[in-house]
């Protein structure tokens, strides 16, 4: 049974930054993509990064772009998304999930091809 954890969310101040985790138990990410998405109240859910377990390539949405750093870890069984210049705009709880399929230029960086998810991470920042 594929299992994701994330971990790191929390409160910081606007400007602040935040590293979250999302940890496999029992695989590796070699052959999926492994993508963060984020649902604010009331919002879609977003795609805003992903990364092949493959080959290593990444992709950010325009929302984070320059901001936040995905990378993956520990045996590619861990990927982390490094947050930084965070503001208000930001908070949402984060979730990590995996794909077989790597298309994150379709719409919401390919949401629909990611079925397996973790149970999310608050991330609130204040302002």
């Known amino acids: 049974e594929v299992q994701l954890a994330e971990s790191g969310g929390g409160v910081v101040q606007s400007g602040g930054s935040l590293r979250l985790s999302c940890a496999a138990s029992?695989?590796?990410?070699?052959?999926?993509?492994i993508g963060w998405f984020r649902q604010a109240p009331g919002k879609e859910r977003e795609g805003i990064s992903c990364?092949?377990?493959?080959?290593?390539?990444?992709w950010y949405a325009d929302s984070v772009k320059g901001r936040f750093t995905i990378s993956s870890g520990n045996a590619n069984t861990a990927v982390y998304l490094q947050m930084n210049g965070l503001t208000p705009e930001d908070t949402a709880v984060y979730y990590c999930a995996t794909s077989t399929l790597w298309y994150p230029t379709s719409r919401n960086m390919g949401i629909a091809y990611y079925t397996s998810w973790g149970q999310g991470t608050q991330v609130t920042v204040s302002s």
């Open positions: 029992g695989f590796s990410f070699d052959d999926l993509a």
């Open positions: 990364i092949n377990g493959g080959n290593g390539a990444t």
